[in-house]
């Protein structure tokens, strides 16, 4: 196998307030394995990532992320990276784009306005698909949804509002979309799933406040969160934040009955 090489991705924005993603993926050399579908622990089952992008921005064009994910333990996982429909965003003046609900303004605070009913209409779409990988067989625990900016709100809301536990959720540079009501319709096996969240600390675009505001919405609704911070870090994602969430999937990977 090739040495180690290093890409990166940089996506162009679509307007000059679209969210965009800027993503430094490091590839790692692979190491050889005599049986790559075997643990220790035995045969890997099927995994499941949703990667959820920002507002502008496309599925395909982060399919790179999952080339960091050398690990034997996602040699059986299926990647998903959906585009969201064109639609009209406030904060852009209206200009139509790739978003998965409205926006109001850009940067976004904590106490941003919520476009709740089109979370919620997104949301719906997003656990569609879930359903569908685990109609497929794919044991919920072994499923994972991630998503950046807009699409981190969105892995939010569809986590939360999921009816039965999975694997884990990971927010990067998202925010709250939901407003503190809807604690209410949290269904138990929903709080049992996992969070982790990872937020730039100069991130001017979705604020570093709007980020911080999730641990403690979480804590009210009885969700285990992991809120890691990110100094000098931009509206972007680092590759140490993909190499952990790569450690923090695996860990939680659950193996073959």
Not at 38 to 43: A, V, Y
Not at 150 to 174: D, E, K
Request: overall charge neutral; proline content about 9%.
């Amino acid at each position: 196998m090739k040495s180690s090489a290093t890409t990166v991705v940089l996506l162009k924005p679509i307007l000059v307030f679209s969210v965009t993603i800027g993503i430094a993926i490091f590839l790692v050399a692979q190491s050889s394995q005599p049986n790559p579908y075997l643990t220790k622990s035995g045969p890997m089952a099927r995994s499941f990532i949703l990667w959820l992008h920002g507002l502008g921005d496309s599925g395909p064009a982060n399919e790179p992320i999952k080339t960091l994910f050398t690990s034997p333990e996602f040699k059986t996982t299926l990647w998903s990276f959906p585009s969201a429909p064109s639609n009209p965003v406030t904060c852009n003046y209206g200009s139509v784009m790739p978003s998965w609900f409205d926006i109001h303004e850009i940067p976004v605070t904590a106490d941003s306005p919520k476009e709740e009913s089109g979370v919620l209409k997104a949301v719906q779409g997003v656990h569609a698909m879930i359903d569908k990988e685990i109609a497929a067989g794919t044991n919920p625990n072994n499923v994972f949804v991630c998503g950046f900016s807009q699409g981190g709100a969105l892995t939010l809301a569809s986590v939360l509002l999921y009816p039965r536990t999975l694997g884990g959720g990971a927010v990067f540079s998202g925010w709250v979309p939901l407003n503190s009501s809807i604690i209410e319709q949290i269904k138990p096996p929903a709080k049992r799933t996992p969070i982790l969240w990872s937020h730039g600390m100069s991130d001017g675009t979705v604020l570093f406040e709007a980020g911080q505001a999730g641990p403690p919405f979480l804590e009210k609704a009885g969700v285990s969160c992991e809120f890691k911070a990110y100094p000098d870090l931009g509206h972007s994602i680092s590759s140490d934040e993909l190499h952990y969430l790569e450690s923090w999937i695996k860990t939680r990977l659950q193996g073959s009955s």
